[in-house]
């Protein structure tokens, strides 16, 4: 499947960033798990997994609020992503998935749309070498809705001036997939190719 040329199916591809072009998400874990910890919240890995692609804020209201523990959701998320930013060194790029953006770049529009903040998902692109690989970067303060609304890879196609239809998009959530289906794109499942 990753060696499929998808110029001669759809005219745009979509690429989330965590799980997706970047193995980042047991890095992830470890930062969400650390910092949540020190303020007494539990976040397990499976739970962790279920709300991929959900904003940080979010997350921490969720769980602040199940666990019934007073945080500052913004105060935390900054914390959690300086604590991912100290393990940015350490990420692997998804190559399978690095390799299908690197064979379709300047052959059709692709771009990159994300739950993640921008200073994180940019730090990650410059990190594997790829930015200049997309004609748009769509993250989290781009729209008022998240995954699974379809509005960050509504926004993508727009950016890219494709056609929603015409779009394929790389994910690794249950909530990304949720959001493309709403977007009418049809998703492929990058979960087999990550690492075992």
Request: charged share 25%; with cysteine.
């Amino acid at each position: 499947m990753q060696d499929a040329d998808y110029a001669n199916e759809f005219a745009g591809l979509i690429f989330d960033c965590d799980g997706t072009l970047s193995h980042s998400m047991p890095l992830h874990y470890v930062a969400w798990r650390d910092t949540m910890s020190r303020h007494g919240i539990v976040f397990t890995e499976g739970r962790f997994y279920s709300m991929g692609g959900m904003p940080s804020e979010k997350i921490i209201t969720t769980l602040s609020q199940e666990q019934d523990v007073s945080v500052d959701a913004d105060a935390l998320a900054a914390e959690k992503e300086a604590a991912f930013a100290n393990l940015i060194d350490q990420l692997p790029a998804l190559e399978i998935v690095v390799d299908v953006a690197r064979r379709h770049h300047g052959r059709m529009p692709m771009s990159v749309a994300s739950g993640g903040i921008r200073p994180i998902i940019d730090r990650q692109l410059a990190k594997m070498g790829i930015a200049e690989l997309f004609d748009a970067i769509v993250t989290a303060e781009d729209t008022k809705l998240h995954k699974p609304e379809p509005d960050v890879f509504l926004e993508a196609a727009r950016r890219m001036g494709v056609e929603p239809t015409q779009c394929l998009v790389f994910e690794d959530s249950p909530l990304g997939f949720q959001a493309a289906e709403a977007a009418g794109m049809k998703w492929i499942d990058v979960r087999p190719w990550h690492p075992s």
